[in-house]
């Protein structure tokens, strides 16, 4: 029988082999620091690899951070950082193996270089702002005009963004005057869903970009880790291509982001975004009302100048009126004396050639007389001969018709052997139908005449 050992003996002789292999010097990783949690006064997590493409883990361990080094590690962490230790932060750890043989494989952390954490941060800002810039479209949205005026601005932030409150505290006092009206499109501002979040709400604002001035991104606080999110190729892509521009309020004073190097204009916090808008909606309705001001001023000077040029030049053409007036009528009178004069040898010349031509007219009517009344009788005369001859033709014509109707009368009829058929009153009968309606009839023949009694619409 082979020599066996029991399950903790071996594994004690593991926890040997390791503590042998590896010491206690400690070795310095780079890792993902994830479900970083604390418990009493320690901490727990796990550190993970991820493949560069796919993102999958390819390497995981738990890890420690016991309280006798807890707290100079974290402090350390902040003082550099400006921020806490939190899950998801890229890390250089300096680790030390540990096995447990009810716990297994862990890593005590002892120590942590927080420059790393910034370098990896900046690292990569840097790689996205080189893709952006190979793509040629990195500098196109911060190269588009600040707009003049805002009338419609679309709002891309969290319902629980810290920064909102104050910034629609200002927005809100617009609206209600009728300056600017703010659309707002959710999105999350932190977490590992917020890039895609905000690549989407950039999309929905895309499609309507005719209808806004500028495209505002805010959100309050929080820390640089949180603002790790927005250092996305996705969203930051689309703030390049976007066609208007695009305000950034996301993060403090000394911290930046991707967004904020491509973007129009980027402010410290939401509030001084909002200041912004406002400022040049105020400097707009300030300009207006200096250049109305002046507009009357200058109107108001130009009405003043031109009242007394005119009054200048009425004054001048009324003199120079009454001058061509009282040349014009003097001109007139002598005109007058000379056309009087005129006029009476023209009126003794006139009134000679009209008696002339009287005269003349006169003795050419008489001889027009003459000759018509010659002409008149002689028509006449001829009118009557052929009144004449045609009252003859119509007169032997009338006798030849009368012989022709008298050889057609009734008597000549009835001697051809017809008869005529009357009622009582004695008009004429012609058809079956009017004889069916009389009591009695009278057929009168060439001889003599018949009376016939009808019944029940028969003659008998």
């Known amino acids: 029988m082979n020599e066996s050992l029991k399950l903790s003996e071996f594994l004690e002789l593991i926890k040997s082999t390791i503590e042998m292999g590896f010491g206690y010097q400690g070795f310095w990783v780079v890792a993902e620091l994830s479900e970083w949690r604390k418990s009493g006064h320690h901490y727990y997590g796990e550190l993970i690899e991820h493949d560069g493409i796919s993102k999958y883990p390819i390497a995981k361990i738990r890890c420690n951070c016991w309280a006798n080094v807890a707290n100079s590690i974290l402090t350390k962490f902040k003082s550099v950082t400006g921020e806490h230790l939190k899950s998801d932060m890229k890390v250089l750890f300096k680790v030390a193996v540990n096995y447990h043989i009810s716990f297994g494989l862990s890593l005590n952390i002892v120590d942590i270089d927080p420059s790393f954490t910034l370098g990896d941060r900046e690292a990569r800002k840097i790689g996205i702002l080189d893709t952006l810039t190979k793509e040629g479209i990195v500098m196109k949205n911060k190269e588009l005009e600040l707009p003049l005026d805002f009338t419609n601005v679309a709002v891309i932030t969290s319902s629980t963004a810290a920064g909102k409150g104050d910034f629609f ?29 905000v690549t989407k709400a950039f999309e929905k604002v895309a499609k309507k970009a005719s209808n806004y001035d500028a495209i505002v991104l805010i959100r309050g606080g929080g820390s640089q880790a949180d603002l790790d999110w927005f250092n996305n190729t996705s969203p930051a892509r689309l703030v390049c291509k976007s066609k208007i521009p695009v305000l950034i309020g996301i993060g403090h004073e000394r911290d930046s982001t991707v967004l904020d190097d491509i973007c129009t204009k980027s402010f410290d916090t939401p509030s001084k975004v909002i200041n912004y808008i406002a400022n040049v909606i105020i400097d707009n309705a300030s300009d207006a009302k200096y250049n109305y001001e002046s507009i009357i001023k200058m109107t108001k000077n130009f009405v003043k100048f031109n009242k007394a040029k005119l009054e200048n030049e009425y004054d001048t053409f009324r003199s120079q009126l009454e001058n061509y007036l009282n040349h014009l009528d003097n001109k007139i009178n002598n005109e007058y004396k000379n056309i009087t004069s005129t006029g009476k040898v023209l009126v003794k010349g006139y009134s000679q050639i009209i008696e002339s031509k009287y005269k003349r007219i006169f003795e050419n009517s008489n001889s027009s007389l003459k000759y018509y009344n010659q002409n008149v009788t002689g028509q006449y005369k001829e009118l009557m001969n052929y009144s004449k001859n045609i009252l003859n033709y119509y007169g032997s014509s009338s006798d030849y018709l009368y012989r022709q109707i ?46 016939v009694e009808v019944e029940n619409g028969n003659a008998e």
Do not use: H
């Open 169 to 197: 505290e200002e927005a809100q006092k617009l609206e209600t005057l009728g300056l600017c009206k703010f659309d707002i499109y959710e999105a999350l501002m932190q977490g590992k869903d917020c890039a895609l979040s």
């Open 406 to 451: 008298l050889s057609v009368s009734i008597e000549p009829t009835l001697k051809r052997g017809f008869s005529i058929t009357k009622s009582r009153e004695g008009k004429f009968i012609t058809t079956k139908e009017k004889a069916s309606k009389q009591k009695n009839l009278i057929i009168v023949y060439s001889d003599g005449i018949v009376n």
